[in-house]
């Protein structure tokens, strides 16, 4: 079985898999890491994104081999309840989520977002959610969320 | 003889109590200063288990931290039947507030008698109880002391409203942080011990039935434990979820079907829905009590809505262990109970056998394929040895197999006298039923059971009695002080594409109606509609809740090109939340909607942030059903099965949402997750009609849509 070899939050990872199979598929199945969720298998939702380098990417349709010696960033690398990210801080302030299925690819697009562009507007944030997919219509409290945490990073 | 006056009727016990009497069943303290409570309401992504929380702690006087929430168990909690309907709060939310005070009253009896001090002299604060000279006890001290296997008396009164520190005020869901920092919180994300994977076969066309299996490449997939079939059911379960998908689609290929059943014309959905033999009910009727006048005219408007999508953003999951003849079950099913009332008919196992537990899901909005995939899981786990199986859809399956909100053709026919007002109003409803959950019936509602070898038959869903608010009928009695009306639902008999509850069951769709036709008799008396809906409301609540949408809102604002504004207005169930919703909407290529301003009258808002959260949740998927969401099929097979095909409305489309909460503390507080769809759906097609100036009556409202109504009028 070929070995794939990548970062994942910070600690560097050996993979024995076919490297055919979904980055989604392995953090779940074989890692362990169940903060992507599955929603579509397809790229359509963005409930599974992680970030791969600096770009938010939907896990399911990303092959493993892709991600061959680069930084992948989950929901569980993004911050802890005790040294919380930002943007966790704000949608806990916010209360931005009713079901939060969604919410975990949701705040690694956002903090994607953040990466490139600290102060983004509004409408560039729903510009970078939009191939995110919310059922419950938390959307408006999530942008809301985001422009908080922008706001606080900007703050220091 | 003297005539005495009736006696005053004996206080009763809230009904979840009254089902649920004994008081241990809703709440145990514990040494180390906690407090379980047990609802029989779950969690589905609309922060009850916090609304819960907060009544209770309320009522103990003890801090919100100290109240560990049980997830619903049928080894342990209260039976209360099914999380649905809005009726969480009034249902759970009156038995636990109920609970707590006597709960409180029994431990301060205790204490006064373990401190030698009169109960009125005592006081609790946070658990601590205290009293003159500086005496002390707690719930904690006192925990093994007082039983609670006792059952809770009728006419305890709680706490009134202005005494109350959490209900009535925002705070934190407490499932919040588990979400944001990526902990397996959602049944999707926890791992049993030796826990196997199981994937189930579906045909693609309708009702298809399993002709033959080839199963020898399925059976080479590595860690393959088992394939299972029985009659059309089949699925694999292996070590690996990767393994079982990989066996499922081996399974695929080696599968033959028979032709499905044939499906309606997805194009004429109010002719094929008028042609069913049908069960006809009156459902209301009101006569005039003095002759009025003639009638002039009667205007006849026909509307429809199609079949809509759950559409979570999860696909349903299960995990079933058995153990001998027992078997256990996790789920996020909305009813515990009734699940297993099912399950146990399908096993032909007494219920006794069967422990069903839920964990959280995505976010639920009525019965969807969760209890369906609870049998799946139980089905396959047969084959494992004694292993637990976690099952799971596909979004294909999500999409096309799961129960659907049923279609509704509507027609209103109102009279009108010579001065234009209403005098007479007919509303008649084409629908299949709007209710097929399980645990309700001699029959099980679950759809792996229509597939064995012995099938059972496929249930036809029915509709829940007005008493419960009706089901294709729910809002169709006019909430206006029309002098007379007849409203009649007729419920399919057949069931070609499978329908069950969805959130707000018909009112949606009734809503929309009379509220349309109401705002087009308004338009051509050239009256404000705002003022026309105000002039026929007798009730209070109604007419504020319209006022402060109104307010809020600047109605009317000056028109502008493109732009169009309209109202609609509905209570829940005709008992339930009151809601106004004024919508704002931009006609361009697509109709976008703006700005939707709503204002709710739920009585007492026990979190008043979570109640905004539930409107402003229902008024976005309100605006996504209006837009966009309609499920596509041909004549063989459900088409609309990803998000391709079945768009929901995206983060650049959403309107901006504004919501005001008339609160009302001494007012029984009632649900809010449903109160927004009926008003926001009439408001976006009635500014529609502002911007346009045509009347689009069927759902979505599409692009096309607008055209064929165009060329129509």
Redesign the interface.
């Known amino acids: 079985m070929p070995s794939v070899r990548f970062r994942l939050n910070g600690a560097e990872m050996e993979v024995d898999a076919d490297p055919d199979r979904s980055l989604l598929d392995i953090l779940r199945g074989q890692l362990g890491m169940t903060g992507p969720h599955f929603g579509c298998g397809a790229g359509e939702c963005g409930a599974c994104n992680v970030i791969v380098g600096d770009r938010a990417v939907s896990a399911c349709d990303t092959p493993l081999w892709s991600v061959a010696d680069k930084d992948v960033t989950t929901i569980e690398g993004l911050g802890t309840s005790e040294r919380p990210h930002p943007l966790q801080r704000a949608f806990i302030a916010e209360q931005a989520l009713q079901c939060g299925y969604c919410v975990s690819g949701i705040l690694m697009s956002a903090a994607a977002l953040l990466k490139r562009n600290p102060s983004p507007t509004s409408r560039e944030v729903k510009q970078a959610l939009d191939h995110n997919l919310c059922r419950c219509g938390s959307h408006n409290r999530m942008v809301r969320a985001v422009l908080r945490a922008a706001e606080e990073m900007a703050a220091g | 003889m003297s005539q005495q006056a009736p006696a005053p009727s004996p206080p009763a016990l809230p009904v979840s109590l009254a089902a649920n009497p004994k008081l241990s069943t809703w709440l145990k303290f514990s040494r180390s200063g906690q407090v379980m409570v047990s609802p029989g309401k779950v969690e ?4 009850i288990v916090t609304a819960l929380a907060q009544i209770a702690a309320d009522e103990l006087d003890i801090d919100l931290s100290r109240v560990q929430m049980i997830r619903a168990s049928t080894a342990v909690s209260p039976n209360e039947g099914v999380t649905s309907g809005s009726l969480s709060i009034q249902q759970s939310g009156r038995a636990l507030r109920h609970a707590c005070a006597e709960v409180r009253q029994i431990f301060l009896q205790q204490a006064a008698e373990r401190l030698g001090v009169g109960i009125d002299a005592l006081g609790i604060e946070d658990g601590t109880i205290s009293g003159p000279g500086n005496v002390r006890t707690s719930y904690w001290e006192l925990a093994d002391e007082v039983s609670l296997d006792r059952d809770a008396t009728p006419g305890i009164k709680p706490k009134i409203a202005t005494s109350r520190t959490l209900a009535g005020h925002s705070v ?2 407490i ?3 588990d ?4 902990r ?3 049944i ?2 926890r ?1 049993l011990a030796g826990m196997l994977h199981g994937r189930v076969l579906r045909p693609e066309h309708a009702r298809a039935k399993l002709r033959e299996l080839k199963e020898d490449s399925a059976q080479a997939v590595a860690g393959l434990v088992a394939i299972v079939r029985d009659g059309s059911f089949a699925g694999v379960v292996a070590e ?3 393994g079982a998908e990989t066996a499922l689609n081996a399974l695929r290929k080696g599968a033959t079907w028979s032709d499905g059943e044939p499906l309606p014309d997805e194009d004429d959905l109010a002719s094929f829905l008028k042609a069913q033999p049908c069960e006809s009910t009156v459902i209301g009727r009101k006569t005039a009590t003095a002759p009025g006048a003639a009638v002039a005219r009667t205007i006849r408007r026909q509307y429809t809505r199609p079949y809509i999508a759950h ?5 349903s999951c299960a995990m079933a262990q058995w153990a001998g003849e027992r078997v256990h079950v996790w789920t996020h099913s909305q009813g515990v109970y009734l699940l297993r009332t099912d399950l146990a008919l399908v096993l032909k196992l007494p219920v006794e056998n069967i422990t069903v537990e839920h964990l ?6 009525g019965h969807n394929a969760a209890d369906d995939v609870a049998l799946d899981a139980v089905l396959l786990a047969k084959y494992a040895g004694g292993r637990p199986v976690r099952v ?1 859809w ?2 294909q399956g999500e999409m096309s197999d799961a129960p659907f909100g049923a279609a509704m053709a509507i027609g209103i026919e109102a009279d009108l006298d010579a001065q234009g007002e209403i005098i007479g109003w007919r509303h008649s409803i084409w629908s299949n039923g709007h209710a097929a959950r399980p645990g309700r019936a001699a029959q099980p509602a679950l759809l792996a059971a229509f597939e064995l070898e012995n099938p059972f038959p496929r249930m036809v869903s029915t509709n829940p009695p007005q008493a419960n608010g009706g089901g294709g009928d729910r809002n169709s009695i006019p909430l206006y002080d029309f002098p007379s009306w007849r409203i009649e639902s007729h419920r399919l008999t057949t069931m070609p594409i499978r329908t069950s509850a969805l959130r707000t069951l018909g009112g949606q769709g009734n809503v929309f109606a009379i509220e349309s036709m109401l705002d087009e008799i308004a338009a051509e008396r050239g009256e404000d509609p705002v003022a026309f809906r105000l002039r026929h409301l007798r009730d209070q609540r109604a007419q504020d809740v319209i006022r402060a949408a109104a307010t809020r809102a600047r109605w009317k604002p000056e028109k502008q090109p493109g732009i169009g504004h309209g109202i609609g207005f509905g209570r829940y169930k005709n008992t339930g939340a009151y809601c106004a919703a004024i919508a704002e909407i931009e006609s361009a290529e697509e109709i976008s909607v703006r700005k939707l301003t709503l204002a709710v009258d739920v009585g007492e808002a026990i979190n008043p ?2 109640v905004i ?2 409107i ?6 309100a605006a ?1 059903w209006v837009l966009k969401e309609r499920v596509r099929f041909d004549r063989e097979r459900i088409t609309s099965t ?3 095909e079945y768009p ?5 489309e ?1 309107p ?2 504004e919501v005001e909460v008339i609160q009302r503390p001494d007012m029984d507080p009632v649900g809010a997750g449903e109160a927004a769809h009926g008003p926001v759906t009439a408001a976006i097609a009635n500014a529609v009609f502002d911007a346009l100036g045509v009347r689009v009556r069927d759902l979505p409202i599409t692009r096309d849509r607008i055209i064929t109504a165009m060329e129509l009028s």
Not at chain 2, 179 to 182: P, R, S, T, W
Not at chain 2, 311 to 315: E, L, N, Q
Request: proline share 5%; with cysteine; net charge negative.
């Open positions: 589905i992504g609309q922060g934190q869901r499932d919040i942080p979400k944001l920092f990526g397996p919180r959602f999707h994300d791992a690996t979820e990767h559409a979570s953003i999860a696909p959280e899901g995505a976010g639920c909005y799971q596909s979004r942030d979570g959260n539930q402003e949740g229902g008024a976005i998927q996504s990803s998000w391709t929901i409305l995206r983060f650049s959403v901006d949402v």
